[in-house]
Nanobody, 122 residues
Framework: QVQLVESGGGLVQAGGSLRLSCAAS????????MGWFRQAPGKEREFVAALRWSGTSTYYADSVKGRFTISRDNAKNTLYLQMNSLKPEDTAVYYC???????????????WGQGTQVTVSS
């Protein structure tokens, strides 16, 4: 099973940008569809974006559409989330996850990273 480690979180002002990375171990990374989720204090885990294993399809939550971009580099076994025009409501712990299916439901994901904190100040 693939193992995932996120990085790239931090503190940024509203309107700024961050790029999250998710490093995957194992030789099967390219066969997984990948997703990003986030969880703010006191709230449920929320879907952010998904990318089909082939890289041909992406899907975004309405709240981030047009601002966030999910991508992958299979040669580097790495998933990315480019976040632009950040808002205070984007503040959360961000998780990457791997799935054998192209889904937005967190229950469809088999492996999770430990999370990276993103804080957006107003």
């Amino acid at each position: 099973q693939v193992q995932l480690v996120e990085s790239g979180g931090g503190l940024v002002q509203a309107g700024g940008s961050l790029r999250l990375s998710c490093a995957a171990s194992g030789r099967t990374f390219s066969s997984y569809s990948m997703g990003w989720f986030r969880q703010a204090p006191g709230k449920e885990r929320e879907f952010v974006a998904a990318l089909r294993w082939s890289g041909t399809s992406t899907y975004y939550a309405d709240s981030v559409k047009g601002r966030f971009t999910i991508s992958r580099d299979n040669a580097k076994n790495t998933l990315y989330l480019q976040m632009n025009s950040l808002k205070p409501e984007d503040t959360a712990v961000y998780y990457c996850a791997a799935s054998r299916h192209y889904v937005s439901d967190y229950k469809g994901y088999d492996a999770w990273g430990q999370g990276t904190q993103v804080t957006v100040s107003s």
